[in-house]
């Protein structure tokens, strides 16, 4: 006697394929969410330890911070020795402390939509930026500003009034990464990068500029950004968030915007004056 073979029927078919679908589009951005707070949690982490490493070149500097970059403004950086090859190229913030962590790794934020550059180290990218009143550059010869030499003032850790309300870092893009006019296969690491090496505000891209999100700080994956503060601790915010004790405007030389969604990090360092022109840092 022949055995009848079961199987679905073609509706059997459609409801299961539709079930499956159901559970898809509920799975996913919930998989999608959980990548997501994983690579957050990952690049506080990074950003932790990067700030380690700035208070170990703080103990070994005399409790100065480092300048944030070295590059002269009338373009003769390597004739007068302010970039070598011993600093790969013009000295940042970043090369500067990578002896206490001896991983540029640390330096990229899983959430950081930016391409990858080469470099001596292999292919990397920064994902952090300092705060330009706090680590102040760039030093020096230059002739933009209209002066033979730049008086950069850094800060040492005791001249910070409030040093737990203090940014030191943003988790931002960095525009320097997007240069098309790489002449040299290393150019953005060795060079171009000094100029792209601090935060000016916390302003989202799209404040910025809708189309470029290496422009500002990318709040869009996550929802929020991390920051970095003198005192050593992390914690993120959301875009928007007005750090109390900062000045609302985009740049040292802008008026204040009370309808502005950021506060200004930036500092005047080719005027000679120090940080009296700079955005303030709080107070107590």
Known sequence: MNKKQGAFTLIELLVVIAIIAILAAILFPVFAQA????????????MKQVLSAVNLYVIDSDDTYMKRGTMNGNGQ?????????????????????????KSYQLFEAGLDRSPRKPSNLGEIKRSYRVASNLIRGVGGVNTWGGTTETNVQVYSTTAIPVPASSILLTEQRNEAQFYTNDYWIWSTFWEQWVWGAG???????????????????????????????????????????????????RAFNQ??????????????????????NDCPLPQQ
């Open 35 to 46: 990548k997501a707070s994983a690579k957050k949690i990952a690049s506080i982490s990074n």
């Open 77 to 101: 950086s390597w004739t007068t020795g302010s970039c070598s090859a011993d600093t790969w190229g013009c000295p940042t913030w970043d090369k500067l402390i990578y002896p206490y962590q």
């Open 255 to 276: 008026a204040v915007d009370p309808t502005l969604k950021g506060v200004c990090l930036d500092a005047d360092d080719f005027s000679g004056n120090g940080p009296a």
């Open 199 to 249: 935060s000016r505000n916390t302003l989202a891209y799209e404040d910025v500029n809708v189309n470029q999100f290496w422009s500002g700080i990318d709040y869009k994956t996550a929802g929020t950004a991390g920051f970095g503060f003198a005192d050593g601790h992390v914690k993120s915010f959301p875009r928007g968030y007005l750090f109390p004790g900062y000045r609302q405007s």
